[in-house]
């Protein structure tokens, strides 16, 4: 994935697999971007209400402009542990 721009979202090795993530916590982009149908940036601050609504706001910019990279993340990422009724 080419170097991220987004001033909120970085990226560590060391940290969530080096996945692009909000700057201080272990919140990833993908997260943020996986409840993305049918909520608004504001619902998803009721979700994480220790992040701000431009740090949503930077991680969706950031998910719209990798999307192809992050959407392959989740569904790697998908793959470790599928939905439920798959294992029924």
Known sequence: MPAITHSSIVRDPQICGESPRINGTRITVRTVAIPLHGQT????????????????????????????????????????????ESKL
Do not use: G, K
């Open 41 to 84: 940036p504001e619902e998803l601050l009721a979700h994480y209400p220790h992040l701000t609504l431009a740090e949503i706001h930077d991680a969706l910019s950031c998910y719209y402009d990798h999307r192809e990279d992050i959407n392959r993340e989740i569904a790697e990422y998908d793959a470790l542990d599928p939905p439920l």
